[in-house]
């Protein structure tokens, strides 16, 4: 991801409404799973906005490759933080509880089959799972060259790899559907996708996705801009 793209993301995490809308659609897929106490790993955590909210959950670790990266989450007091790649975790087999990956295997660092395996491997037996990358290849745009896209992941790209990794899917759906048009048409537009958002902005198309969540709980979308899927080590 270029530099310049962290700075972007922590000014902009607290209030943006694509990242508190994806954050209402975590949550009320993975609040009957998170318990009190948990071991807990954001892999690629970024510049520390989920990693800091999870902390209320139990004991988080935090890593990214970015050196960049991990001194917005330092600033932010994400709690634990390594420097460490996706493909190679350095943690003991069944070390974790509760493992989320928000946008992070499609990134041309990252082995995405490998990055899956090594977050099953560090998964205790019975703990979950949770993976969000950007999808379809289609929406291929600038704002994927700035964050260093790789691969745009369907369905059937996620479930292969929750299959190879031994994790059973409990869940595993599109999301962002009902902006998917808005982002296709503007595929071509230049720069980030994450600029500044008034007020009015961000209420609406936050409640956008916040509807999402609860449709979510009960459906599972046919398409959209990102894939979610929740999964569990048998």
Known sequence: ???????????SEDSHWWYSGMRSIFFSLASKYLRA???????GCGT???????AKYGCVVAFDIS??????????????????????LPFKKDSFDFITSFDVIYHKQVDDSLAVKEMSRVCSTGGFVFIRAP????????????VHTK????????????????LSAIKLTYANF?????????KNSSGSDIKNAGALENLALGSVLKFESFLLKYINFPIGVSLISLAQKP
């Open 67 to 88: 050196g960049d990266a991990l001194k917005f989450a330092k600033k932010r007091g994400a709690g634990n933080l390594v420097r460490a790649s996706a493909n190679f």
């Open 178 to 186: 009902f902006l998917l048009p808005a982002v296709y048409f503007q």
């Open 37 to 43: 106490g948990m071991k807990i790993l954001d892999t």
């Open 151 to 166: 691969k745009r992941f369907n369905l059937n790209d996620m479930a292969v790899l929750l299959k190879d990794a031994k």
């Open 1 to 11: 991801m270029e530099k310049q793209e962290y700075e972007n993301i922590f000014l």
């Open 48 to 54: 520390g906005k989920n990693a800091q909210i999870l």
């Open 135 to 146: 999808a379809l290849k289609s929406l291929m745009r600038p704002h994927d060259i700035i």
